[in-house]
């Protein structure tokens, strides 16, 4: 089945680690996307990829990193940097460029980050 | 500018009675809207989506939602709640990065609670 797989879905941090949340697709979509969900505020973007080896910082794009070296990846790392990390974590993907259609996302299931 | 308002945060409904969901657009342009679901601790699923063609459109599970221009809204509703129906609903919609790329603006969400 195609769809977006995002892993693990639940994952605990400690204090001044560095820890790495995986998002594979096989839609064969060009845009990738990580979002962050808090309670009663919606959704954040915090990185974006149109393109294999580009990638745009989103609104909160402070204390993550990202890359693409492959279409079907966008590993997102949430770094020591990141003050505040305790959030759900959402990966979508689009066909990418245009309006209407191609706009539609499909998201994962999520990774939830607990920092202990 | 585009942007996105959910004018209520929590909406509780009877089974078998009308749900409606309010939403409010602001774009600069023709805009793409979207509606998505998300369960607890899960992904955001697709339930429809407005892309400039009929102004009523009908999703999943019989919910459907109405553009209007004029009012510039894009509310959705379903005839007869379900107790399955009990989620969190999201309005978004489509904006263009610079360079034609596109970026899913998100509302705040409204929790649907449907009572027995």
């Known amino acids: 089945d195609g769809g977006i797989t995002q892993s693990p879905k639940y994952l605990f941090r400690k204090e001044g680690q560095n820890v790495t949340l995986s998002c594979e697709q096989n839609l064969n979509h060009d845009a990738m996307y990580w979002y962050r969900q808090d309670p009663g505020q919606g959704l954040r973007l915090i990185y974006y990829s149109q393109i294999v080896n580009d990638f745009q910082k989103g609104d909160i794009a402070e204390g993550y990193s990202v890359s693409r070296e492959k279409k079907e990846s966008f590993p997102l790392t949430v770094t020591s940097a990141q003050k505040n990390p305790t959030a759900f974590y959402l990966c979508?993907?689009?066909?990418?460029?245009?309006?209407?259609?191609?706009?539609?996302?499909?998201f994962g299931q999520g990774t939830r980050l607990t920092v202990v | 500018a585009q942007s996105v308002t959910q004018l209520d945060s929590h909406v509780s409904v009877s089974e078998g009675t009308p749900v409606l969901l309010r939403c409010n657009y602001s774009s600069s342009y023709s805009p793409s809207l979207f509606w998505y679901v998300q369960h607890p601790n899960k992904g955001l699923q697709l339930l429809l989506k407005y892309t400039s063609a009929a102004t009523l459109v009908k999703g999943i599970n019989g919910f459907e939602a109405e553009f209007k221009k004029s009012e510039t809204s894009f509310h959705l509703t379903k005839p007869s709640a379900h107790m399955s129906d009990a989620a969190e609903y999201f309005c978004?919609?489509?904006?263009?990065?610079?360079?034609?790329?596109?970026?899913?603006?998100f509302g705040a969400g409204t929790r649907l609670a449907v009572h027995p």
């Open positions: 978004v919609v489509s904006a263009m990065f610079s360079g034609g790329y596109n970026k899913l603006i």
């Open positions: 979508a993907s689009s066909k990418g460029q245009g309006r209407g259609w191609n706009t539609e996302a499909f």
